[in-house]
T-cell receptor, first 115, second 116 residues
Framework: DTAVSQTPKYLVTQMGNDKSIKCEQN?????MYWYKQDSKKFLKIMFS???????INETVPNRFSPKSPDKAHLNLHINSLELGDSAVYFC??????????????FGPGTRLLVL | AQKVTQAQTEISVVEKEDVTLDCVYE???????LFWYKQPPSGELVFLIR??????QNEISGRYSWNFQKSTSSFNFTITASQVVDSAVYFC?????????????FGTGTKLQVIP
């Protein structure tokens, strides 16, 4: 069973296009996240949602818009893609209670290449 | 503000050697969590361990061990008798309070290469 899944795994697109990445978790967690990992492997949080409510919004261009239709899903829509958006995007989820409180479980990543 | 420093950018060891990956953190929170994650060449992020700030007991899991010292704000990770499969980027992370919610800050990672 896949705990945190992301689609697509790879995304190659032209500059200026709009694209979406989907994330789903079947762990029953309350909180979900989007991270960006650049070419130097630096991991930086972009957004965090708790029970469909946005709780963390780092300094991210407003071309990036997260949407959480329910607790198990957090999608990321990117408008007007730029070359600098090329990166690996990771979705993660974590529980707020229980034995593994605050532990983030990551999806497999979506490798985005903007040409 | 919280910060995680992994000063070792890259380490190379020969198989069967022991290796320690350093992690130093900064936080004003009294309650926080520390983590280590492994990112193998395949790219996924694998959770290895979580430690809360009130539990300074060292932990051993097979060839892996972790040394948490609040006095020096360090949470170091040692691999004993390293193997080629240990080659990966290892991230140390800190979860602390940000505006009433927990926020995780990752270090910049240490790339470990184990040479056969």
């Amino acid at each position: 069973d896949t705990a945190v899944s992301q689609t697509p795994k790879y995304l190659v697109t032209q500059m200026g296009n709009d694209k979406s990445i989907k994330c789903e978790q079947n762990l029953g967690h309350d909180t979900m996240y989007w991270y960006k990992q650049d070419s130097k492997k630096f991991l930086k949080i972009m957004f965090s949602y708790n029970n469909k409510e946005l709780i963390i919004n780092e300094t991210v261009p407003n071309r990036f818009s997260p949407k959480s239709p329910d607790k198990a899903h957090l999608n990321l829509h990117i408008n007007s893609l730029e070359l600098g958006d090329s990166a690996v995007y990771f979705c993660a989820s974590s529980p707020l209670r229980g034995g593994d409180i605050e532990t983030q479980y990551f999806g497999p990543g979506t490798r985005l290449l903007v040409l | 503000a919280q910060k995680v420093t992994q000063a070792q950018t890259e380490i190379s060891v020969v198989e069967k050697e022991d290796v320690t990956l350093d992690c130093v953190y900064e936080t004003r929170d009294t309650t926080y969590y520390l983590f280590w994650y492994k990112q193998p060449p395949s790219g996924e992020l694998v959770f290895l361990i979580r430690r809360n700030s009130f539990d300074e007991q060292n932990e051993i899991s097979g060839r892996y061990s972790w040394n948490f010292q609040k006095s020096t704000s360090s949470f170091n990770f040692t691999i004993t008798a390293s193997q080629v499969v240990d080659s990966a980027v290892y991230f140390c992370a800190l979860s602390g309070n940000s505006g009433g919610y927990q926020k995780v800050t990752f270090g910049t990672g240490t790339k470990l290469q184990v040479i056969p």
